[in-house]
């Protein structure tokens, strides 16, 4: 029988979610699912998260979306964004009869609409209002499938891990989360200066390892300047977009979780860049880890770059409100130009890593 993973979890007798979870068991078991998660106490992690998306054949997100599962349902986005063949043909259906993805959604839109995501995630996230549409959208997916990401592989991946010897003196290294989609000048070239500018001040720069968009520019000008540079991709991703040159360390991992793990841990500091559904994704990563305690983001600085936009507004609106509950509680901060994210960088805090 087929595996559905089921997302979150019943606080106690008073849940108001209680009654549609049970309603969502019965109908699943009736139609011929077995259920992973039933019970709403399995803990994913970045280390295991692959495995479980490996040993399920779909998944279901209930009402009362947590940040784990905003960070679930995004992260299996992105999975289907870079053909990850523990994916394929298996359906997302979400839940949302209590809108409380809406925000999520809102936020996805903005971004589809600025051109960092390219497919429409409704194709792949399907949002639903009732239990009887969560048995229909499995259905249909499973007898049609999904749609083509409309991507190709460029290459074959046939590097390792490797690290190069660096003369200088590093004061930190400086994580930058960003788009590889992007094609606007502007963009690119506050990506290249950034880099540049991380180099010229005596930071590393950690980035996602791609040729391609901000995350390319953002190497280029850290490369460029002499800086040090290092990074973390898996396999697939590589064959859709490449592997810079000039990197002083690059870490190859097998999945997008464990590079997520790399790059955190081997960064003081972390500027969420314009960017898609990845970037989305590691914020929501390293916002968790915080929420958490975790020791790899003890004392390490988050910066989201709104950077404004010519109509108004900033690119990252939407996500600030989607972390809104979270805002005053220290996990990030928000800078509005690359003045204030250098600024923020070099506080005593991050030197003193």
């Not at 039933?38 to 040993?55: A, H, P, W, Y």
């Not at 409380?100 to 429409?120: M, P, V, Y």
Request: glycine share 10%; hydrophobic share 40%.
């Amino acid at each position: 029988m087929p595996f559905v993973r089921l997302s979150g979890k019943i606080s106690g007798a008073g849940d108001p979610n209680r009654e549609v979870r049970a309603r969502m068991l019965y109908k699943l078991f009736a139609n011929g699912w077995d259920i992973y998660n039933s019970n709403g106490d399995q803990n994913i992690t970045l280390s295991n998260i692959e495995r479980k998306i490996v040993e399920s054949d779909a998944f279901v997100f209930m009402p009362g979306a947590t940040l784990e599962d905003l960070f679930k349902a995004v992260s299996i986005f992105v999975g289907y964004q870079t053909l990850d063949e523990n994916l394929f043909g298996k359906a997302t259906v979400i839940l949302n009869s209590d809108k409380t993805w809406n925000s999520l959604f809102e936020l996805l839109d903005s971004l589809h609409a600025l051109g960092t995501i390219r497919q429409d995630y409704r194709d792949f996230l399907l949002n639903v209002e009732t239990t009887d549409d969560v048995l229909a959208s499995l259905a249909r997916v499973t007898k049609e499938g999904l749609p083509d990401v409309g991507r190709n592989k460029i290459m074959e991946c046939d590097t390792d891990s490797f690290e190069f010897p660096f003369a200088g003196d590093l004061k930190g290294r400086v994580c930058v989360f960003c788009s590889a989609s992007i094609e606007d000048p502007s963009y690119l070239d506050e990506g290249y200066q950034l880099g540049k500018l991380l180099a010229d001040s005596g930071y590393g720069c950690v980035s996602g390892a791609g040729t391609t968009g901000v995350m390319g520019a953002v190497v280029r000008g850290s490369v460029d300047a002499g800086g040090w540079t290092g990074g973390s991709n898996v396999p697939h991703i590589i064959e859709l977009e490449g592997l810079p040159d000039g990197m002083t360390s690059f870490w190859l991992r097998p999945d997008i979780y464990t590079r997520m793990e790399a790059m955190i841990e081997n960064s003081d500091a972390f500027v969420i860049f314009p960017g898609g559904a990845g970037t989305v994704q590691e914020m929501l990563a390293l916002l968790i880890f915080k929420q958490m305690g975790h020791s790899l983001m003890r004392g390490k600085e988050v910066l989201i770059y709104n950077k404004p936009l010519p109509e108004g507004g900033g690119f990252w609106d939407h996500l600030i409100k989607v972390l809104k509950p979270w805002e005053g509680l220290g996990y990030f901060s928000v800078a509005n130009s690359l003045k204030e994210v250098m600024d923020a960088v070099a506080q005593p805090t991050l030197e003193a890593q």
